[in-house]
């Protein structure tokens, strides 16, 4: 009996948890879908992206690297920031299913929010069950964001009114913030954002962006030799 409570108290939870985020992917796929519009680009490439590609971070860099006419860099970009998915395919691998079809499906719906639920659950037995709610959950409110977007874009008549211009680099930073807790995050980040702030005037459009790599040499730290004293 008291297993029993345990499994339900835990589904209600789960489902809470999956409701409340799912109404923030709303939100942020409405901005998406709404920013995509505002940059020119037909309707049909907000709804493809979020069907086909399904990554916030990717979309949001994507959709601007595209809306400056660099599209080579926003493909290059795109994986740059999707690498990420690697290790965590490796971390909730056992989640996926036991046969290749179920893992190939299950995977597209791999995200940062995915991941963090499914390794937060300690019991092998639900975290299939975890993946595969969040997974959906996930999927499903990013899609309905993109759409209310789209109409709320193509609405408006004139969506630079509305600050969407800003709304870009908002989004972005909403996605990276709980990233930048961590203190070596927080320096590569930054030594990121200042060389794209300085490039941007003298370098085409994108290119910025991906010089912004560069960040991560604060990650190298050259070792020290001691040197040998002889008596």
Known sequence: MRTLQRTGGADQALLRDAVTI?????????????????????????????????????????VGLLAAGNPLAAVFAGLLLNARHLPFGLAVGDA????????????????????????AEPDPVRRRRVYLIIGATLFTSWNIGTALGVLLGGATGNPDALGLDAAFPAALLALIMPSLR??????????????????????????????????????????????????
Request: aromatic letters at 6%.
């Open 22 to 62: 799912a109404a923030a992917m709303v939100a942020v796929g409405a901005s998406f879908g709404a920013i995509a519009i505002a940059y020119g680009l037909p309707v049909w490439v907000p709804f493809l992206m979020s069907t086909v590609v399904f990554a916030g971070g990717s979309q949001f860099l994507a």
């Open 96 to 119: 996926l299913g036991p046969r290749l079809s179920e893992r190939m499906i299950a995977s597209h719906v791999l995200t940062d929010e995915v991941a963090a639920f499914t390794l």
């Open 182 to 231: 961590d203190r070596t995050t927080r320096k590569v980040a930054l030594t990121g954002a200042a060389i794209a702030v300085l490039l941007t005037p003298v370098l085409p459009a994108g290119l910025p962006v991906i010089c912004a790599l560069a960040g991560l040499l604060t990650l190298v730290r050259p070792h020290s030799r001691r040197k040998e004293r002889t008596c």
